[in-house]
């Protein structure tokens, strides 16, 4: 599986971006998807995740509110739309899956990355003014 995340890009604090996670030969539809960032000198973190179960989704605190984590069945794709970019925001953004469709998308156990067995090649999002 190839996982694609893409849509970063250089935004103003305050402006929007939304990010989507494509996969070659492979549906989103079927796996839960997660998305985490790293900023530049910190630990990857999770950010969110939609359920292959029931479309439900979860989110760190800290970001609820500001993203929105949503599944376009016209083309597949899983996006991540970021409201109101602060200057903290600034990181490589990436999606994550498991490939055998288990349904990884559980509060509280989410963000363990150990349960993604396929990552994308992040996108850059720089929040600057």
């Known amino acids: 599986v190839q996982l694609q995340a893409s849509g970063g890009g250089v935004v103003q604090p305050g402006g929007s971006l939304r990010l989507s996670c494509t996969a070659s030969g492979f549906d989103l539809d079927y796996v839960a998807v997660g998305w985490f960032r790293q900023a530049p000198g910190k630990k990857r973190e999770g950010v969110a995740c939609?359920?292959?179960?029931?479309?439900?989704?979860e989110y760190v605190d800290s970001m609820k509110g500001r993203f929105t984590l949503s599944r376009d069945n016209t083309d597949g794709t899983v996006n991540l739309q970021i409201n109101s970019l602060k200057p903290e925001d600034t990181a490589v953004y990436y999606c994550?899956?498991?490939?055998?469709?288990?349904?990884?998308?559980?509060?509280?156990?989410?963000?363990?990355?150990?349960?993604?067995?396929?990552w994308g090649q992040g996108t850059q999002v720089t929040v600057s003014s």
């Open positions: 994550a899956i498991d490939d055998t469709r288990r349904d990884v998308c559980y509060p509280f156990s989410w963000t363990t990355e150990a349960l993604y067995n396929a």
């Open positions: 939609i359920s292959n179960s029931d479309g439900s989704t």
